[in-house]
């Protein structure tokens, strides 16, 4: 298998022409909706600064114009309330936007003559501002590149507006044919003593001692940039199976030994400690696919890359997430900041999102139909979400039909980040076994098992 990673890192030239103007949602004469606890933190986070999510989607297709993805979105926009809403204001309510033409925020990049076109799309969705203030913070980007037959989208919007699961939604709505969907929706549960105790150990957790790892604690630089690197389905699904566990947990299993073996593989000064990771799980339930704001909580996990032997770090990832489900505790954590004032919930998610506790955050999502746009076909989607400071580095698996892509968003200052891809794929092959390869041809299961942590 290749271990060919992605690199973006080049600037296009923008050309924007006018459009009529959008058309505010139907929600609009509704009282405005509350920031929740996630998008506040979201917004100290960003400190002002843009902070996008959001989706790269490659397209196979000759590219449509640039009136004619113009127009598919003015039709869809209607139905899609987070897209008529400004940042929150102090008082915590959700403002809609004023109406604005649709070519503020439907642009189209063209590459520059001198620099490659493929390699400026993760920089651009990384590094280019949302629309201003007075205008939604989201904008749909056609990126057109050398071959006739083959363009990118690039969906961005402002993080305390949507969660990665919102914007899936929000692609698939509005983007995508008949029949197009966006992921599965949270089934919630009552939340138990356990898992509520185990909320209060996490939050505990993060006011204690944290493994250091000087790769993710050196000073931001500034300028992150995006990698990644793909991998068929079935052969995480395969892995999943042979060993008794999910895809999430081959994933971050995988990840831990791709840190394990960036640090040295223990046989540095100091070893390979357990590295911290943030994974996001959505409280999206059915109805709430397009409601506006962060529908999100977050579990941490703590990655076994101290484990030699790659199969305990998978049982050892797989015995945290199974408590986790089995306890319901996202549910418990949705509980407890439903419960607290505004402000104890804002500073609750941002003490646990601290990167000096938690210096990495690990996202899951899967799209589960295929995506069509204006006749072309979307053979790869990929998550990404800018980082806040002092944060050095972010990942994703993205699961679009039978590609997974593993990408990486990380700050310069990260040495290594751009050999993530390339190691996680290298950890893969270790989790391997006789018994995965057996399985490699057999039926798969659907991509969301039951109780699974993650998205």
């Known amino acids: 298998m290749s271990h060919a990673t992605a690199q973006y890192t080049v600037m296009f030239t923008a050309r924007h022409r006018q459009a009529p103007p959008t058309t505010p949602g139907a929600d609009m004469a509704e009282p405005p909706p509350k920031a929740t606890a996630v998008d506040r933190s979201a917004m100290w986070a960003s400190r002002g600064d843009d902070l996008p ?10 590219p449509p114009s640039l009136d004619a993805l113009r127009d598919l979105a003015a039709r869809r926009l ?12 102090r008082d915590g309510t959700i403002p809609p936007a004023p109406p604005t033409p649709v070519g503020t925020h439907v642009k189209e990049l063209l590459p520059d003559p001198h620099t490659p076109s493929q390699a400026a799309t993760g920089h651009h969705a990384l590094n280019a501002p949302l629309p201003s203030k007075d205008a ?10 050398t071959d ?10 402002h ?11 929000t692609v698939a709505a509005l983007l995508g044919g008949p029949g197009n969907r966006g992921p599965y929706p949270h089934l919630p549960r009552r939340p138990t003593r356990a898992a509520l105790r185990r909320v ?10 944290v493994p250091h790892w000087p790769r993710l604690s050196a000073p931001p630089a500034g300028r992150p940039v995006l990698v990644h690197a793909d991998v068929p389905a079935r052969r995480l699904r395969a892995l999943a199976r042979a060993r008794g566990t999910t895809v999430n947990d081959v994933y971050l299993a995988a990840l831990a030994r791709a840190f394990r073996s960036l640090n040295g593989g223990g046989t540095t000064s100091g070893g390979c400690p357990p590295l911290p990771a943030l994974v996001p799980m959505s409280t999206r339930t059915a109805g709430q696919e397009h409601l506006p704001g962060n529908q999100v ?10 484990l030699p032997a790659p199969a305990d770090c998978l049982r050892q990832v797989h015995r945290q997430t199974a408590l986790a489900t089995a306890a319901g505790q996202r549910d418990a954590m949705r509980l407890i900041l439903s419960a607290v004032p505004d402000a104890a919930g804002a500073w609750f998610v941002r003490r646990m999102a601290l990167p000096r506790t938690t210096p990495l955050y690990a ?3 899967a799209f589960p139909t295929p995506l069509t746009c204006l006749g072309g076909r979307v053979t790869a989607a990929a998550m990404f979400t800018g980082i806040t400071r002092g944060l050095l580095c972010y990942v994703s698996l993205t699961g679009y039909e039978d590609t997974r892509r593993f990408t990486v968003v990380h700050d310069r200052a990260f040495t290594g980040g751009d050999r993530l891809p390339e190691l996680w794929l290298d950890a893969l092959d270790a989790l391997d076994i006789p018994d995965a390869r057996a399985v490699l041809d057999a039926p798969g299961g659907p991509e969301r098992e039951p109780g699974r942590l993650g998205p």
């Open 53 to 62: 999510v959001g989706f790269l989607l490659d397209v196979q297709g000759p």
């Open 78 to 89: 209607p139905h899609l309330p987070a897209l008529h809403r400004l940042l929150p204001r």
């Open 136 to 145: 939604a913070p989201w904008d749909l980007w056609l990126i057109r590149g």
């Open 148 to 157: 006739p037959h083959a363009y990118r989208l690039c969906y961005r919007i």
């Open 159 to 169: 993080h305390a507006l949507q969660d990665g699961v919102g914007a899936a939604h």
């Open 200 to 209: 209060t150990g996490q939050f505990t957790a993060s006011w204690g001692p």
């Open 297 to 306: 909580v977050a579990m941490r996990v703590l990655l076994p890359s101290h």
């Open 363 to 365: 996202s899951s999502v």
